[in-house]
C-alpha cells in the first residue's frame, strides 16, 4: 500500500482523544473544526486548512461544523514513502524544494496548519469525489499519482511551517531519532538510554535533540507525560496511579509532586474542577 486515505465523518462532538501516528498524516478540514490539544492550550484547524501531524502522540478534538458534521481525508505516509515522491519530483522533472521559514512552533510543537490554497482545496476536494465513486484512489498506481500531487501542490506553495515540517520529515536520519523519542516518551527510560537506542553520545544526543524538539530532553520529556495526564484525568475515569504509570511515572508521588509543580493543583483536584477542558484557543503563525 502506497499510503492510507482516511476519510473521517462524524455527526456530533467526541471529546479528545489520543492518536498515536507511526506516519506522517498530511489532512485537510472539509467540514467542522479539529483541535490540537497540547499544554494549557489548542489550536485549532478550521474548514479549508490543510494540516501536517508528524509521527507521535496527539490529542486531538473534532467539532462539527454549521452543516452537523465533522468531515477531513487524510494521507498517512511513511518517511520512505515521502522520501521516494520527492526524490521521483526531483528525478523525473528537475523539481528542488527547500524551505527557509522558522518559527516558535517549528521548533516545539509536532504539527501545523495553514490556510490551503485553490489548487490544495481542489486537489482535497477531488480526492472526496474520489473516495465516494471508487476512483483512482482505490489501486496502488492511483495512490502513487496523487500522493506525488500533493507532495508537489504542498511543497511548491507558500514557505511557512507545513512546508517545513514535510521536508524535515523526509530527513531519514531526524525521522528516525524523533521516532525513538516518540516511541519511548511514557516508557520508563532515561535520556542515557535514549542516547544509546539513537547511536549518539549522550552529548550529541542532547545537542540534537533541542535541535529537533527546542528544549532539553528531560524538561520536554517530562512536559509531554504531564500534558498526557491532564488529558486523561479529564476524558477517562482511570485512577490517579493508573494514570501515572501510564504517562511513565512509575513513582506515584514523583508524580503527584510534578503535576503539582506544573499545575498548581493535585491531579485529583484538577480533576474534580475541569470536567471538560477550555484551554486558551491560539492560532499556529506561519
Given amino acids: 500500500m502506497v499510503a492510507d486515505v482516511v476519510k473521517v ?21 472539509l467540514s467542522g473544526t479539529k483541535y490540537i490539544h497540547y499544554g494549557d492550550c489548542c489550536t485549532s484547524i478550521c474548514e479549508g486548512e490543510i494540516f501536517l501531524l508528524g509521527a507521535g502522540i496527539h490529542y486531538e478534538e473534532n467539532c462539527i461544523g454549521e452543516n452537523g458534521r465533522f468531515e477531513s481525508i487524510t494521507f498517512f505516509v511513511s518517511v520512505e514513502r515521502l522520501q521516494q515522491a520527492i526524490f521521483g519530483l526531483n528525478i523525473n522533472y528537475g523539481l528542488s524544494f527547500s524551505s527557509h521559514h522558522s518559527c516558535r512552533h517549528c521548533n516545539t510543537h509536532n504539527f501545523a496548519s495553514i490556510k490551503a490554497d485553490t489548487p490544495l482545496s481542489n486537489f482535497f476536494l477531488g480526492i472526496d469525489l474520489s473516495l465516494r465513486n471508487s476512483g483512482l484512489l482505490h489501486n496502488d498506481v492511483g495512490q502513487r499519482i496523487k500522493l ?23 530527513d531519514v536520519l531526524s525521522g528516525q531519532f524523533i521516532n525513538v523519542v516518540h516511541e519511548n516518551i511514557f516508557n520508563d ?29 528531560h524538561r520536554w520529556i517530562i512536559e509531554q507525560r504531564l500534558n ?29 509532586k510534578l503535576f503539582k509543580q506544573r499545575y498548581h493543583t493535585t491531579p485529583a483536584a484538577f480533576r474534580y474542577s475541569h470536567s471538560i477542558i477550555t484551554p486558551q484557543t491560539t492560532r499556529l503563525a506561519e
Fill in 9 to 29: 465523518v462524524e455527526s456530533e462532538n467526541m471529546g479528545v482523544r489520543s492518536s498515536s501516528n507511526s506516519r506522517i498524516a498530511i489532512g485537510y478540514i
Fill in 148 to 170: 506525488n500531487e500533493l507532495i508537489y501542490l504542498t511543497l511548491s506553495g507558500e514557505d511557512g511551517c507545513v512546508k517545513r515540517k514535510l521536508l524535515r520529515s523526509a
Fill in 189 to 217: 527510560v532515561s535520556v542515557e538510554m535514549l542516547a544509546s537506542m539513537t547511536n549518539r553520545s549522550l552529548t550529541a544526543f542532547k545537542k540534537e535533540f533541542r535541535r529537533l524538539f527546542g528544549a532539553p530532553p
Fill in 228 to 256: 498526557r495526564a491532564k488529558i486523561l484525568l479529564v476524558s477517562t475515569s482511570r485512577t490517579v496511579s493508573e494514570i501515572g504509570a501510564e504517562c511513565g511515572f512509575s513513582n506515584i508521588s514523583h508524580f503527584i
